[in-house]
């Protein structure tokens, strides 16, 4: 399933309420464009521009086309049932966690240089580095189970009991993004 272009980069995931969006749609399952507003008060535009995404994405499909001319005649969609416990999975989702969890120590694009990095002996590498060196199962075993699980300092905390299991998967995911940029992210 691909990444609908633009659907959650940090900023727009988190601050014109796609979140919110998200989480309604779980709870209501089956909803038209004016019952998401009604419910989040999130602007047409942005409710509309969600929807389309994840429309395009495969999260969501049309139950029923609005019939032109009738009026309150609204489409009506329905969100796809296994999409997941919190929020849709692969890339995005391991991105937003990455920037909720983990970018204070090691930067937003995992460069090393969180707010927190300067504090901490040894300081989180730069994972445009270091990653190369090890395979996405060890990289999972530190996310679990914090970086003395593979013999190194205590400085990465283990998330194993704080996150889902589903959650450091898309981490893992996230990680081979970062360490295997795309030539425009490079
Ligand atoms: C408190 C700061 C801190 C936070 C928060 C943190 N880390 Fe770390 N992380 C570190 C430090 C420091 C190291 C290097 C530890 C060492 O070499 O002993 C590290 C190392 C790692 C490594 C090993 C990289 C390699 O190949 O060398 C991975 C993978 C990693 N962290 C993932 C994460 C993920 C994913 C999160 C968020 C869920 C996270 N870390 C949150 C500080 C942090």
Same mark, same amino acid.
């Given at each position: 399933?691909?990444?609908?272009?633009?659907?959650? %980069?940090?900023?727009?995931?988190?601050?014109?309420?796609?979140?919110? *969006?998200?989480?309604?749609?779980?709870? *209501?399952?089956?909803?038209? *464009?004016?019952?998401?507003?009604?419910?989040?008060? $999130?602007?047409?535009?942005?409710? !509309?521009?969600?929807?389309? $995404? &994840?429309?395009?994405?495969?999260?969501?499909?049309? &139950?029923? +086309? /609005?019939? /032109?001319?009738?009026?309150?005649?609204? %489409?009506?969609?329905? &969100?796809? +049932?296994?999409?997941?416990?919190?929020?849709?999975?692969?890339?995005?989702?391991? !991105?937003?966690?990455?920037?909720?969890?983990?970018? %204070?120590?090691?930067?937003?694009?995992?460069?090393?240089?969180?707010?927190?990095?300067?504090?901490?002996?040894?300081?989180?590498?730069?994972?445009?580095? =270091?990653? !190369?060196?090890?395979?996405?199962?060890?990289?999972?075993?530190?996310?679990?189970?914090? =970086?003395?699980?593979?013999?190194?300092?205590?400085?990465?905390?283990?998330?194993?009991?704080? *996150?889902?299991?589903?959650?450091?998967?898309?981490?893992?995911?996230? &990680? +081979?993004?970062?360490?295997?940029? =795309?030539?425009?992210? !490079?």
């Amino acid at each position: 399933m691909g990444r609908p272009k633009g659907a959650h %980069t940090r900023t727009t995931w988190l601050e014109d309420g796609r979140w919110t *969006l998200w989480q309604c749609m779980r709870v *209501l399952r089956i909803f038209t *464009l004016p019952q998401l507003r009604a419910v989040t008060g $999130c602007s047409a535009h942005n409710a !509309k521009r969600y929807v389309r $995404c &994840l429309e395009q994405a495969g999260y969501v499909r049309r &139950l029923r +086309e /609005r019939q /032109r001319g009738v009026a309150g005649s609204h %489409t009506v969609f329905a &969100l796809i +049932e296994d999409t997941g416990p919190v929020a849709p999975r692969g890339q995005t989702d391991g !991105k937003r966690l990455f920037v909720h969890y983990c970018a %204070t120590c090691h930067g937003d694009a995992g460069q090393g240089d969180g707010q927190n990095a300067y504090n901490l002996d040894p300081p989180p590498p730069d994972f445009h580095e =270091s990653l !190369k060196v090890h395979q996405p199962s060890y990289w999972r075993q530190i996310i679990e189970g914090g =970086s003395v699980a593979v013999g190194r300092s205590p400085q990465c905390p283990p998330w194993g009991r704080t *996150l889902a299991s589903s959650d450091l998967d898309a981490l893992v995911a996230y &990680l +081979e993004v970062l360490a295997n940029p =795309s030539p425009a992210q !490079k």
